[in-house]
């Protein structure tokens, strides 16, 4: 995932629930074969939603006490947070457009 910013333990806290416009976190895994079909989507939404949504990656075998706090028990698991709250999470391989509308209803 090479487009997005990376969350980690030392930044979590900055770049999630101190961001001024709502967060969509990316939790996957280099093993996970849906994980990597969902990255390029992920990666294009990043861009073309950059001015509505900060998108980043959470990596659950570096961050797996992230993944635990936030209960993600399957991936790929996106999260959106608004105010550095949970708002509504989307589990497994989804499309373009199921997550563009995800977000959009959500923000």
Aim: proline share 4%; hydrophobic share 40%.
């Amino acid at each position: 995932m090479s487009g997005l910013l990376e969350i980690n333990a030392d930044n979590y806290q900055e770049e999630i629930f101190e961001s001024d416009i709502p967060v969509l976190a990316d939790f996957s895994a280099e093993w996970c074969g849906p994980c990597k079909r969902l990255g390029p989507i992920v990666e294009e939404i990043a861009e073309e939603m950059k001015s509505k949504v900060k998108v980043v990656h959470i990596d659950i075998d570096v961050n797996q006490d992230l993944a635990s706090n936030y209960n993600v028990l399957s991936i790929p698991t996106l999260i959106l947070f608004k105010g550095g709250e949970e708002v509504e999470r989307t589990i497994g391989l989804v499309s373009k457009t199921h997550l563009v509308d995800f977000i959009n209803s959500n923000i």
